[in-house]
């Protein structure tokens, strides 16, 4: 197991910039949609601003590669919204087993963030970014 643990400390660097690079692919995605929505939405009613007739296809495409982008960071923070519309319908028993399958990522990264604090790979000022200790 201590391999492990090896292994992630010489590839969190690597995530690290990773999630920081599509951090800042999702703000310009949603500066590209307001830009481009704004222009759309003055051009409409200013006679001088043109109205792109490509405006909402490419307004659609940035908020779909950013919500899918999102939707990874916000796994790696664990900040995931979760569905529970089916527990009412389901057993406890099964509702109890999906939760646990559920938290084994987070505890994993939870894990993986404790022995990286100790090691002193993860500074202290680095916690209040993560929500139940998973990694960033």
């Known amino acids: 197991m201590p391999k492990i643990f090896t292994t992630l400390d010489k590839i969190k660097p690597a995530y690290d910039v990773t999630y920081k690079v599509v951090l800042f692919i999702c703000k310009i995605l949603l500066i ?3 830009l481009i929505t704004t222009m759309s ?16 296809e490419v ?16 796994i790696r923070r664990g900040a995931h919204i979760r569905m529970t519309a089916f527990d009412v319908y389901l057993p406890k028993i099964a509702v ?8 084994l990522p987070g505890a994993a990264g939870r894990c993986c963030h404790d022995h990286l604090r100790d090691r002193g790979t993860v ?3 680095q916690e209040h970014f993560c929500k139940g200790g998973s990694v960033i």
Do not use: N
């Open 59 to 74: 307004v659609l495409t940035c908020m779909s590669y950013m919500a899918v982008l999102s939707a990874a960071l916000a």
């Open 96 to 103: 109890k087993v999906l939760d646990i399958l559920a938290e």
């Open 123 to 125: 500074q202290p000022h």
């Open 32 to 34: 590209v949609d307001i």
């Open 41 to 56: 939405v003055i051009g409409r009613y200013v006679p001088f601003i043109p109205d792109p007739a490509w405006s909402e």
